[in-house]
């Protein structure tokens, strides 16, 4: 089907894209990360019911990318204030 095609080519290029964030120091929010993992995933649960298997292969993967980014916000240390560290 032509839809599936649409949206896995789509969601492949929005989950390549991801793919940066995946290895810098600055993260998303979690509250940003955690509801589009979840999102994600309905949609790949939501399109394998259609039967859009390669959109199911893509947002999944979009899903794994969201739940490493939340992952990674969540192990990562508050920032502290400049005061506390003698910063201006």
Known sequence: MW???AIAVTQAVLTVSLIPAVFDT???PILT???TT???AVF???FATLGFWFS???SGSACLLWGVLALQRSRQKPPQEKAENGQE
């Open 26 to 28: 600055k993260k998303p």
């Open 3 to 5: 839809q599936d095609t």
């Open 44 to 46: 790949a649960a939501t």
């Open 56 to 58: 199911v292969a893509t």
């Open 38 to 40: 979840i999102g994600c």
């Open 33 to 35: 990360s955690v509801p």
